[in-house]
């Protein structure tokens, strides 16, 4: 089966700093794939290379058939693709229903509202009130809200638990379950492993700019002294 997304010897900089080493992935159709690693080992700047937003890369990045590097950043949505920052982006002076009013649809498939309203019911509580006065989980929430109405096939999500409460991750893993049930295919950027260990069917390992090691879900229990030593967990 030919990957959905494929990552070869991606290197990228900021400036003239070099941060990622030749980094290779590749994600199938409706899988969800989780990279881990510790903070500054090349994570983030792998999902921003990957959807266009850092220009100073080379190596070869491919989605659904098409040269994702020889594509301008204005016309990466349109592939397909789509990013949720860990700081969110979510417009504090509009409503819920009118942030999620705000992306136009780039591809067939982007749900409604009220499709978004059933999936986050938290939301649809929180419809009129403006994103100043919505907690952390529910500006999560809402960003990946806003993606999902656009229609995109893959999510690159960086650090979706970052600081929530329990009861508000296990609400999004729940979601990210669904939406793999929908054939969504999902790259997760996450340090809290126990929670990728439940959504997650393959992991990667990054460590100062490259990938160390990969492995499916179902190697877990042999790659914990692996992952107690790269990760603290």
Not at 75 to 103: C, D, H, Q, W, Y
Not at 168 to 182: F, H, S
Request: aromatic fraction near 6%.
């Amino acid at each position: 089966m030919s990957a959905l997304l494929s990552v070869e010897n991606l290197q990228a900089w900021y400036g003239e700093s070099h941060v990622l080493h030749g980094v290779n992935l590749h994600v199938n159709q409706g899988e969800m794939i989780c990279i881990l690693g510790r903070n500054g080992m090349g994570k983030t700047t792998t999902l921003r290379s990957i959807m266009g937003i850092l220009r100073k890369r080379s190596g070869k990045i491919s989605f659904a058939g098409q040269d994702m590097m020889a594509l301008p950043l204005h016309k990466t949505a349109r592939a397909g693709l789509g990013f949720i920052p860990e700081e969110r982006g979510i417009f504090a002076s509009l409503s819920v229903e009118e942030n999620l009013m705000l992306p136009p649809k780039v591809a067939e498939g982007g749900m409604s509202v009220e499709e978004i309203y059933t999936l986050f019911p938290n939301l649809k509580e929180r419809r009129n009130s403006p994103g100043t006065k919505l907690s952390g989980g529910e500006q999560q929430m809402l960003a990946l809200a806003r993606i999902l109405r656009t229609g995109a096939r893959c999510l690159l999500l960086d650090e979706p638990t970052e600081g929530l409460a329990p009861v508000i991750i296990q609400a999004i893993g729940d979601v990210l379950v669904q939406l793999k049930a929908r054939g969504m295919t999902v790259v997760l950027v996450e340090q809290n492993f126990r929670f990728a260990a439940k959504v997650a069917d393959r992991f990667y390992l990054m460590d100062h700019g490259k990938m160390v090691a990969e492995f499916p879900v179902a190697e877990l229990p042999n790659r914990m002294d692996l992952l107690h030593r790269e990760l603290g967990v």
